[in-house]
C-alpha cells in the first residue's frame, strides 16, 4: 500500500503544479494583456488630444538634459561660463534696478 500512496503522493504534487504553472500564465498573459490596453488607450487619447503623452514628455526632457550636460555645462568650460575662460575671475560693477511698473512690497 505503501507504494500506491508514494503514487498519488506524485501524482497531487503533479497536478498541483501544473495548476500553479497554469495559474502563473494566465496571470502574466492577463497583465500583458492589460498595458497593451493601457498603451493603446493612452496612444488614442493623445491622437485625439493632440499632445504628446505625460511619459515622453518626461523622458524627452531627460535626455535633452542629460545631453546637456554632458557636453561640459558642468564643467566649467566656455559654453557653461559664458566666454570667460577656466579659472579667470570676472569683476562686475553691481547696480539697484528700479521697479517701475510692478505692485510695491510693503
Request: charged share 25%; hydrophobic share 50%.
Amino acid at each position: 500500500m505503501n507504494a500506491f500512496a508514494d503514487l498519488l503522493g506524485r501524482l497531487g504534487r503533479t497536478v498541483l503544479r501544473l495548476a500553479l504553472a497554469l495559474a502563473a500564465a494566465v496571470f502574466l498573459l492577463s497583465l500583458l494583456l492589460a498595458s497593451l490596453l493601457v498603451v493603446l488607450g493612452v496612444s488614442l487619447w493623445s491622437l485625439i488630444t493632440g499632445r504628446k503623452p505625460a511619459p515622453a514628455v518626461l523622458f524627452a526632457r531627460m535626455r535633452e538634459r542629460s545631453q546637456r550636460y554632458a557636453q561640459g555645462a558642468w564643467r566649467g568650460d566656455a559654453q557653461g561660463t559664458r566666454g570667460a575662460a577656466r579659472g579667470d575671475v570676472v569683476d562686475v560693477e553691481a547696480r539697484e534696478i528700479e521697479d517701475v511698473g510692478g505692485p510695491r512690497r510693503p
